[in-house]
Protein backbone atom coordinates (compact mmCIF):
# COMPACT_ATOMS: atom_id res chain seq x y z
CA UNK A 1 0.00 0.00 0.00
CA UNK A 2 1.20 3.63 -1.19
CA UNK A 3 2.46 5.39 1.98
CA UNK A 4 0.40 8.17 1.86
CA UNK A 5 -2.55 5.89 3.83
CA UNK A 6 -0.17 5.13 6.91
CA UNK A 7 0.85 8.58 6.77
CA UNK A 8 -2.57 9.68 6.94
CA UNK A 9 -3.42 6.93 9.82
CA UNK A 10 -0.20 8.27 11.88
CA UNK A 11 -1.45 11.47 11.62
CA UNK A 12 -4.67 10.66 13.18
CA UNK A 13 -3.49 8.85 15.60
CA UNK A 14 -0.73 11.55 17.08
CA UNK A 15 -3.69 14.09 16.82
CA UNK A 16 -6.10 11.80 18.91
CA UNK A 17 -3.56 10.31 21.19
CA UNK A 18 -0.23 11.74 20.92
CA UNK A 19 2.95 9.89 20.59
CA UNK A 20 2.31 7.35 23.49
CA UNK A 21 -0.81 6.08 21.24
CA UNK A 22 1.35 5.87 18.35
CA UNK A 23 3.79 3.51 20.22
CA UNK A 24 0.93 1.35 21.46
CA UNK A 25 -0.75 1.31 18.32
CA UNK A 26 2.75 -0.18 16.74
CA UNK A 27 3.52 -2.77 19.23
CA UNK A 28 -0.49 -4.08 18.58
CA UNK A 29 -0.01 -4.45 15.13
CA UNK A 30 3.69 -5.93 15.46
CA UNK A 31 5.49 -2.83 14.60
CA UNK A 32 8.72 -2.38 16.97
CA UNK A 33 8.89 1.29 15.20
CA UNK A 34 6.39 2.72 13.13
CA UNK A 35 7.98 4.14 9.83
CA UNK A 36 8.13 7.52 8.54
CA UNK A 37 5.82 6.70 5.73
CA UNK A 38 6.76 7.91 2.59
CA UNK A 39 3.74 8.63 0.19
CA UNK A 40 5.87 7.80 -2.93
CA UNK A 41 6.76 4.46 -1.82
CA UNK A 42 4.97 1.25 -1.33
CA UNK A 43 4.80 -0.46 1.95
CA UNK A 44 2.97 -4.41 2.76
CA UNK A 45 -0.53 -4.08 2.65
CA UNK A 46 -1.00 -6.52 5.96
CA UNK A 47 1.46 -4.24 7.78
CA UNK A 48 -1.51 -0.93 6.76
CA UNK A 49 -4.60 -3.45 7.20
CA UNK A 50 -2.88 -4.29 10.98
CA UNK A 51 -2.35 -0.46 12.01
CA UNK A 52 -5.90 0.17 10.90
CA UNK A 53 -7.44 -2.62 12.88
CA UNK A 54 -4.86 -1.46 16.24
CA UNK A 55 -6.11 2.15 16.04
CA UNK A 56 -10.05 0.84 15.61
CA UNK A 57 -9.34 -1.11 19.06
CA UNK A 58 -7.03 1.46 20.53
CA UNK A 59 -9.46 4.30 20.42
CA UNK A 60 -12.59 2.11 20.83
CA UNK A 61 -13.94 2.62 17.25
CA UNK A 62 -15.59 0.19 15.16
CA UNK A 63 -15.05 -0.13 11.58
CA UNK A 64 -17.73 2.43 10.57
CA UNK A 65 -16.49 4.86 12.93
CA UNK A 66 -12.84 4.04 12.33
CA UNK A 67 -13.31 4.91 8.32
CA UNK A 68 -15.65 8.21 9.13
CA UNK A 69 -12.70 9.61 11.21
CA UNK A 70 -10.23 8.53 8.82
CA UNK A 71 -12.34 9.78 5.69
CA UNK A 72 -12.29 13.07 7.56
CA UNK A 73 -8.82 13.36 7.94
CA UNK A 74 -7.74 12.21 4.67
CA UNK A 75 -9.83 14.46 2.76
CA UNK A 76 -8.56 17.41 4.11
CA UNK A 77 -4.90 16.30 4.07
CA UNK A 78 -5.52 15.40 0.23
CA UNK A 79 -6.67 18.78 -0.46
CA UNK A 80 -4.22 20.26 0.90
CA UNK A 81 -1.11 17.48 -0.81
CA UNK A 82 -2.94 17.75 -4.11
CA UNK A 83 -5.39 20.96 -4.19
CA UNK A 84 -5.30 20.05 -8.39
CA UNK A 85 -7.32 17.21 -7.66
CA UNK A 86 -10.06 18.45 -6.30
CA UNK A 87 -9.65 22.16 -8.60
CA UNK A 88 -9.74 19.93 -12.03
CA UNK A 89 -12.43 18.05 -10.94
CA UNK A 90 -14.84 21.19 -9.88
CA UNK A 91 -18.01 18.40 -8.79
CA UNK A 92 -18.24 15.37 -6.73
CA UNK A 93 -19.37 13.32 -9.49
CA UNK A 94 -16.41 14.17 -11.66
CA UNK A 95 -13.98 13.85 -8.67
CA UNK A 96 -15.10 10.06 -7.84
CA UNK A 97 -15.26 9.54 -11.58
CA UNK A 98 -11.63 10.34 -11.38
CA UNK A 99 -10.45 8.34 -8.63
CA UNK A 100 -9.22 5.46 -10.33
CA UNK A 101 -7.08 7.68 -12.24
CA UNK A 102 -6.07 9.31 -9.17
CA UNK A 103 -4.61 6.30 -8.14
CA UNK A 104 -2.78 5.69 -11.14
CA UNK A 105 -0.92 9.00 -11.36
CA UNK A 106 -0.19 8.16 -7.53
CA UNK A 107 1.26 4.66 -8.58
CA UNK A 108 3.24 5.90 -11.56
CA UNK A 109 6.08 7.46 -9.32
CA UNK A 110 6.44 3.93 -7.74
CA UNK A 111 9.75 1.92 -9.27
CA UNK A 112 7.93 -1.83 -9.78
CA UNK A 113 5.72 -2.20 -12.51
CA UNK A 114 4.08 -4.89 -10.70
CA UNK A 115 3.09 -2.60 -7.90
CA UNK A 116 2.08 -0.11 -10.19
CA UNK A 117 -0.46 -2.72 -11.87
CA UNK A 118 -1.32 -3.71 -8.55
CA UNK A 119 -2.67 -0.11 -7.58
CA UNK A 120 -4.23 0.37 -11.11
CA UNK A 121 -6.05 -2.94 -11.31
CA UNK A 122 -7.70 -2.50 -8.37
CA UNK A 123 -10.54 -0.12 -9.63
CA UNK A 124 -12.85 0.36 -12.57
CA UNK A 125 -15.38 2.62 -13.36
CA UNK A 126 -17.67 2.90 -16.14
CA UNK A 127 -20.40 5.70 -16.87
CA UNK A 128 -24.69 4.30 -16.98
CA UNK A 129 -26.76 6.84 -18.09
CA UNK A 130 -26.26 9.71 -14.96
CA UNK A 131 -24.59 7.03 -12.55
CA UNK A 132 -21.06 5.93 -11.93
CA UNK A 133 -20.34 1.93 -11.95
CA UNK A 134 -18.28 1.52 -9.86
CA UNK A 135 -15.81 -2.19 -9.57
CA UNK A 136 -13.34 -2.68 -6.66
CA UNK A 137 -11.24 -5.92 -6.32
CA UNK A 138 -8.32 -6.22 -3.62
CA UNK A 139 -7.78 -8.60 -1.34
CA UNK A 140 -7.92 -5.64 1.43
CA UNK A 141 -11.46 -5.90 1.23
CA UNK A 142 -11.35 -1.73 1.93
CA UNK A 143 -15.29 -1.36 0.92
CA UNK A 144 -15.91 0.15 4.30
CA UNK A 145 -13.73 2.77 3.57
CA UNK A 146 -14.60 3.42 0.05
CA UNK A 147 -18.18 4.39 1.48
CA UNK A 148 -16.71 6.50 3.98
CA UNK A 149 -14.95 8.72 1.25
CA UNK A 150 -17.67 8.51 -0.56
CA UNK A 151 -19.54 10.47 1.60
CA UNK A 152 -17.08 12.52 2.87
CA UNK A 153 -16.51 13.67 -1.11
CA UNK A 154 -20.26 14.13 -1.41
CA UNK A 155 -19.77 16.55 1.73
CA UNK A 156 -16.68 18.50 0.71
CA UNK A 157 -18.03 19.33 -2.54
CA UNK A 158 -22.10 20.26 -0.97
CA UNK A 159 -23.73 17.71 -2.64
CA UNK A 160 -26.07 15.01 -2.25
CA UNK A 161 -26.31 11.48 -3.02
CA UNK A 162 -25.70 7.61 -2.47
CA UNK A 163 -24.33 4.50 -3.44
CA UNK A 164 -25.73 1.22 -3.53
CA UNK A 165 -24.04 -1.77 -2.89
CA UNK A 166 -24.62 -4.14 -5.98
CA UNK A 167 -21.76 -6.94 -4.90
CA UNK A 168 -19.81 -7.23 -2.50
CA UNK A 169 -16.23 -9.34 -1.75
CA UNK A 170 -17.66 -9.76 1.91
CA UNK A 171 -19.98 -11.78 1.10
CA UNK A 172 -18.21 -14.23 -1.27
CA UNK A 173 -18.51 -12.09 -5.02
CA UNK A 174 -15.26 -12.14 -6.57
CA UNK A 175 -15.07 -7.84 -6.81
CA UNK A 176 -16.87 -5.34 -5.14
CA UNK A 177 -19.83 -3.18 -7.43
CA UNK A 178 -21.09 0.00 -6.56
CA UNK A 179 -23.77 2.01 -8.05
CA UNK A 180 -23.17 5.65 -7.17
CA UNK A 181 -25.78 8.42 -7.56
CA UNK A 182 -24.58 12.02 -7.11
CA UNK A 183 -26.64 15.46 -7.14
CA UNK A 184 -24.83 19.02 -7.55
CA UNK A 185 -27.22 21.45 -5.66
CA UNK A 186 -29.51 22.63 -8.01
CA UNK A 187 -29.89 19.71 -10.29
C1 LIG B 1 -6.98 13.14 -3.98
C2 LIG B 1 -7.68 12.06 -3.63
C3 LIG B 1 -7.10 10.70 -3.38
C4 LIG B 1 -5.81 10.31 -3.20
C5 LIG B 1 -4.58 11.19 -3.17
C6 LIG B 1 -5.83 8.87 -2.99
C7 LIG B 1 -4.71 8.09 -2.76
C8 LIG B 1 -4.72 6.75 -2.48
C9 LIG B 1 -3.55 5.92 -2.35
C10 LIG B 1 -2.12 6.42 -2.52
C11 LIG B 1 -3.96 4.67 -2.07
C12 LIG B 1 -3.10 3.42 -1.88
C13 LIG B 1 -3.12 2.66 -3.19
C14 LIG B 1 -2.47 1.30 -3.13
O1 LIG B 1 -1.32 1.21 -2.68
O2 LIG B 1 -3.09 0.34 -3.59
C15 LIG B 1 -5.40 4.69 -1.99
C16 LIG B 1 -6.17 3.60 -1.66
C17 LIG B 1 -7.54 3.64 -1.59
N1 LIG B 1 -8.36 4.68 -1.95
FE1 LIG B 1 -7.73 6.51 -2.60
N2 LIG B 1 -7.12 8.42 -3.04
C18 LIG B 1 -7.93 9.49 -3.28
C19 LIG B 1 -9.29 9.47 -3.39
C20 LIG B 1 -10.09 8.40 -3.09
C21 LIG B 1 -11.53 8.41 -3.10
C22 LIG B 1 -12.38 9.64 -3.45
C23 LIG B 1 -11.94 7.16 -2.75
C24 LIG B 1 -13.33 6.62 -2.62
C25 LIG B 1 -14.45 7.28 -2.87
C26 LIG B 1 -10.74 6.36 -2.52
C27 LIG B 1 -10.77 5.05 -2.10
C28 LIG B 1 -9.65 4.30 -1.79
C29 LIG B 1 -9.70 2.93 -1.27
C30 LIG B 1 -10.94 2.12 -0.92
C31 LIG B 1 -8.37 2.52 -1.14
C32 LIG B 1 -7.86 1.15 -0.63
C33 LIG B 1 -7.62 0.24 -1.82
C34 LIG B 1 -7.10 -1.12 -1.41
O3 LIG B 1 -5.95 -1.23 -1.02
O4 LIG B 1 -7.84 -2.10 -1.50
N3 LIG B 1 -9.64 7.14 -2.77
N4 LIG B 1 -5.84 5.97 -2.25
Request: hydrophobic share 35%; proline share 3%.
Amino acid sequence: MIGFIQKVLVDIIRTEGGEEALVAIGRKAGLDEVPDYRIDRDYPDDECLRLLQATGEYFGLDEDALYRLYADHFIRESRQLFPMFYQMAGSARAFLERQPRIHTVLASGLRNEESRERVRDKFEIDQQGDDLLVTYRSPNRLCGLYEALFNRVLQEFGETGFMKILDCQKRGAEACRFCLKVEAPGE
